[in-house]
């Protein structure tokens, strides 16, 4: 990524439409990820492989990445909760897959009925799935460690517990792992300790997912950068919310945050104005979702170019 400072990775029609109340008809998925990536998102999660009978929202997961991979220089992202998941996503030709690891034990029963410790066995079976593939087809595999931060079912999280899931997933055989601000309640005193935290213990840590529940979402990312963090999951309009994690919301809205970076300086590859004209996708697609950004209701005049 070396004509780009900062790697922005859309998690809207993943993180975002899970939440969503309506359902975006497949056209339209295929137009926002096709738009997303051309106004120059590198990165887009574009789905999940979750049983259709509890998202319906996914049923059409395979036929998106399908779409998804004619896309030129785009990295296609999924997300899926357990080993049936991620086979699905690989045979769909998935080129990343973020495995959800609870760090809270509450949440983690809540979100995959799985203990932490239960998930890390599928994230050892999962991996071992992936390296029976030819080594070309082989997907990039993340643990995404979620709620790191705290939960609203749980209450607090233990840092010692975020250590030794994220040990825990490297030994498994992950290539990288991330952490994920589900609940929205990380403050940026935290980020910056807990990130450098896990670093010091495992290497290297894949960026931050961060959710703005609570306001902070951009301060976050502010404390983030300063310590040298460069890829950072956002949605467009704000959408998403894990549906099982009692008051999540949405992520940090993508256009506020390429604003952000842009305006400091920092290159994402995004022309902003083309990512605002996708927001009439989602408008258009899923009517009743309201959409949020502080960019799109002010304007980008007054952005430093
Ligand atoms: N894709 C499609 N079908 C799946 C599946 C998957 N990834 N995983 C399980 N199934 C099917 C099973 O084949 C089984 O089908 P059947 O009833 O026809 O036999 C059924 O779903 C139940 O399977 P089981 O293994 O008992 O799963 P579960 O009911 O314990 O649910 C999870 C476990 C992980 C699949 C579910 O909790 C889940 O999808 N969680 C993720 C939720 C989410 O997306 N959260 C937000 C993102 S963090
Ligand atoms: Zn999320």
Not at 11 to 22: E, F, I, T
Not at 37 to 63: H, N, T, W, Y
Not at 81 to 95: F, H, T, V
Not at 136 to 153: A, H, M, N, Q
Request: aromatic share 4%; hydrophobic share 45%.
């Amino acid at each position: 990524m070396s004509d780009i400072d900062v790697l922005v990775s859309e998690v809207g029609p993943r993180d975002g439409l899970q939440n969503a109340k309506q359902f975006m008809p497949t056209e339209f998925k295929k137009r926002w990820i096709t738009a997303a990536a051309a106004a120059g998102l590198r990165e887009i999660e574009v789905c999940s492989f979750v049983p259709p009978k509890l998202i319906p929202q996914m049923v059409d997961a395979a036929e998106i990445v399908a779409h998804a991979l004619t896309i030129p220089h785009l990295t296609v992202a999924v997300l899926a909760p357990n080993l049936k998941g991620a086979i699905r996503a690989m045979e769909a030709g998935a080129q990343k897959i973020t495995l959800p690891v609870s760090v809270s034990h509450e949440h983690s029963l809540a979100n995959v009925r799985k203990t932490p410790d239960q998930m890390m066995d599928d994230v050892r079976r999962i991996c071992e799935a992936r390296d029976e593939m030819p080594k070309d087809k082989r997907p990039k595999i993340e643990s995404g460690l979620s709620t790191v931060f705290g939960c609203t079912i749980q209450g607090e999280v233990k840092e010692s517990e975020v250590l030794r899931l994220a040990v825990a997933s490297m030994e498994a055989g992950c290539d990288e792992v991330g952490l994920a601000d589900t609940t929205g309640m990380a403050n940026p005193a935290q980020i910056r300790r807990v990130y450098k935290l896990v670093q010091a213990e495992i290497g290297q840590v894949a960026g931050l997912h961060i959710h703005n529940t609570r306001g902070l979402g951009l301060a976050n990312v502010l404390a983030a950068l300063d310590i040298g963090v460069r890829t950072f999951d956002a949605s467009l309009a704000g959408l998403g919310g894990c549906p099982f994690a009692p008051g999540a919301s949405g992520n940090i809205v993508t256009e506020d945050l390429v604003y952000m970076l842009e305006s400091m300086g920092f290159r994402t590859g995004v022309d902003l104005e083309k990512l605002l004209a996708v927001r009439q996708i989602l408008s258009e697609g899923i009517p009743d979702e309201p959409l949020y950004g502080y960019v799109a209701a002010a304007g980008i005049n007054a952005c430093a170019r």
